[in-house]
Every structure is written in structure tokens, then in C-alpha cells.
């Protein structure tokens, strides 16, 4: 069945520091990626898709590549904020009528 | 432009009470879903409706039930609460089947 591996967190980073969080899929036919990030205490707010392959999703400053060669939708920022500390989670969609499925999260926190 | 809304915010339980779970949005979506989420586990598919009127089951449907009251509105009921079920309760909603999903706060659920 579908799937979506994230690498484990929890990231710690300086401020200014680039991040990688990456995130691979086992899927059937042709998904649409997407990454998600909670804030504590809050729900998940959408940052970013891709709905076919080589197409870049990006969203303040975050970015990342759909490649389906390597079965990969790995996300970038090149300078991270405190403000950027939260739980980011990749997702597939291949379903027609919806159905997300989540990687497990990978937890970032960015140090002053 | 309230977009999803749960309510209750926090709840706490006894094994065996009941409850429901209300979630309405304003953005006219046609799909609904509702979520758990549990630590290192990501998001997990409770059930989903695609339109006004359907409702199936998603990966966890076990102990729940689920009403489409219109098109607004997906509530989710426990009809006899296990400790389980303690977890962190997201609805979502999409306006087509393959776009992404914009969700609620989340309720938190307690069950002693």
C-alpha cells in the first residue's frame, strides 16, 4: 500500500541554518505531495504542494521538488527562524476521493 | 473567514460515556474527513465523507460513528469512550477530491 517515510526528529538547528527534512513515498499511479506544519498547540496548516513530477512547491521560503525517480519530495529552507520551530509532516494523496496518508512528522526546533 | 471550526477545544471522559465531536466549515468544501492523531504515529484516517450525504470508513473506524448533517457540517460521535481513545481529533476539509486538506484546531480528548 501507499506510504510516506520521514526522517526522524527531533532537527535542532541555529538560526540561519539551512534544513533539510526528507521524505520519501511508496505509491500506485501518479500522487500529488504535499508538506504540512503544526505549530504547537494548533492544527496543521497546508505550506506547500506538487501534483506531478518536477514541479516545485514553495511557500515562505520553504521549497520543495516532487522527483519521481528517486520517489522523493524532500523540503528546503535556506535560512530557518525561531519562528519556523514545529512538526512538519509529508503526505500523499493517489485516492480519488481524497485520502491522505502521513508520514509519522519530524519535529524541528530552531535555537536563537 | 472562520474557515474550519471543532468544537469542543478540550474534553475529558470517563470509559464508557458518550460524546460527539461538532466540526463545521465556511469554504463550501464538498469532502470532509476526520483524524487522530497520536504521538510518533502522523495522522491517521478515522472516516471521510466525499460529498453531502456519503460517509465510509477511513484506516481507524473502529468505536466511532460519524453524521454528514449537511454540507457545512461532519460531526464525529464515541458511543462509549475506552482510554484508547485518548488522542488529539483533527477534522479537514477539501473542495475537490484530489486537493489539499485545511483543517480545524483539533480537540483534545481525554478518556480515564
Known amino acids: 500500500g501507499d506510504s510516506v517515510t520521514q526522517m526522524e526528529g527531533p532537527v535542532t538547528l541555529s538560526e540561519e541554518a539551512f534544513l533539510t527534512i526528507n521524505c520519501t513515498y511508496t505509491?500506485?499511479?501518479?500522487?500529488?505531495l504535499f508538506w504540512y506544519v503544526q505549530y504547537p498547540g494548533e492544527g496543521l496548516q497546508l505550506l506547500l504542494k506538487?501534483?506531478?513530477?518536477?514541479d516545485k512547491g514553495s511557500n515562505k521560503g520553504f521549497e520543495a521538488t516532487y522527483r519521481k525517480e528517486t520517489t522523493s519530495f524532500h523540503l528546503e529552507k535556506g535560512s530557518v527562524q525561531v519562528s519556523d520551530s514545529a512538526v512538519y509532516f509529508c503526505a500523499l494523496l493517489t485516492d480519488s476521493w481524497g485520502k491522505l496518508q502521513f508520514g509519522a512528522g519530524t519535529q524541528v526546533v530552531v535555537t536563537p | 473567514n472562520a474557515g474550519v471550526t471543532q468544537t469542543p477545544k478540550f474534553q475529558v471522559l470517563k470509559t464508557g460515556q458518550s460524546m460527539t465531536l461538532q466540526c463545521a466549515q465556511d469554504m463550501n468544501h464538498n469532502s470532509m474527513y476526520w483524524y487522530r492523531q497520536d504521538p510518533g504515529m502522523g495522522l491517521r484516517l478515522i472516516y471521510y465523507?466525499?460529498?453531502?450525504?456519503?460517509?465510509d470508513k477511513g484506516e481507524v473506524p473502529n468505536g466511532y460513528n460519524v453524521s454528514r448533517l449537511n454540507k457545512r457540517e461532519f460531526s464525529l460521535r464515541l458511543e462509549s469512550a475506552a482510554p484508547s481513545q485518548t488522542s488529539v481529533y483533527f477534522c479537514?476539509?477539501?473542495?475537490?477530491?484530489?486537493?489539499?486538506?485545511?483543517f480545524g484546531p483539533g480537540t483534545r480528548l481525554t478518556v480515564l
Open positions: 506538487a501534483t506531478k513530477a518536477d
Open positions: 479537514a476539509s477539501s473542495a475537490a477530491e484530489r486537493g489539499a486538506q485545511y
Open positions: 505509491a500506485t499511479g501518479y500522487p500529488s
Open positions: 465523507s466525499a460529498s453531502e450525504g456519503t460517509t
